[in-house]
Nanobody, 125 residues
Framework: QVQLVESGGGLVQAGGSLRLSCAASGRTFSTYAMGWFRQAPGKEREFVAALSGGITYYADSVKGRFTISRDNAKNTVYLQMNSLKLEDTAVYYC????????????????????WGQGTQVTVSS
C-alpha cells in the first residue's frame, strides 16, 4: 500500500515557476514508477510526466518546461514547472504504479494503482 500526498501548488503569474512535491509512504517507493497527471475544469485527466528506471516521459505540451525527478531517500517525487502558461492551470495529481512497463503504460492513468489527493495550480495573466 502506498499513500501519496502532494504539495506545492498555488497561484503564479504566467511565465513563473512552481515546484510540486509528492511524498510517498512505504518502504518500496523506489520500485514504483511515478507519474504526474492534471485535470482542468471540464476536461479529462491528462498525462503530464512520468519517471521509471531513470527514464523520463513527458507530454508534448510540457516538454522543455517541466522536469520530473525523484529522491528515493526522501520517498518524494517532484515536478519542477517553469515558463508556466495559462493552460497549465489544473489540479495536479501524482500517482504510483508497479507491474507495467513501457511508455504506453506510464502515460495511461488507468495503469496507476495509487493516487494523491491533488494540488491546485493556477496560472494568471
Amino acid at each position: 500500500q502506498v499513500q501519496l500526498v502532494e504539495s506545492g501548488g498555488g497561484l503564479v503569474q504566467a511565465g513563473g515557476s512552481l515546484r510540486l512535491s509528492c511524498a510517498a509512504s512505504g518502504r518500496t517507493f523506489s520500485t514504483y514508477a511515478m507519474g504526474w497527471f492534471r485535470q482542468a475544469p471540464g476536461k479529462e485527466r491528462e498525462f503530464v510526466a512520468a519517471l521509471s528506471g531513470g527514464i523520463t516521459y513527458y507530454a508534448d505540451s510540457v516538454k522543455g518546461r517541466f522536469t520530473i525527478s525523484r529522491d528515493n531517500a526522501k520517498n518524494t517525487v517532484y515536478l519542477q514547472m517553469n515558463s508556466l502558461k495559462l493552460e497549465d492551470t489544473a489540479v495536479y495529481y501524482c500517482a504510483a504504479q508497479y507491474g507495467y512497463s513501457g511508455s504506453y503504460y506510464y502515460r495511461t492513468a488507468s495503469s496507476y494503482d495509487y493516487w494523491g489527493q491533488g494540488t491546485q495550480v493556477t496560472v494568471s495573466s
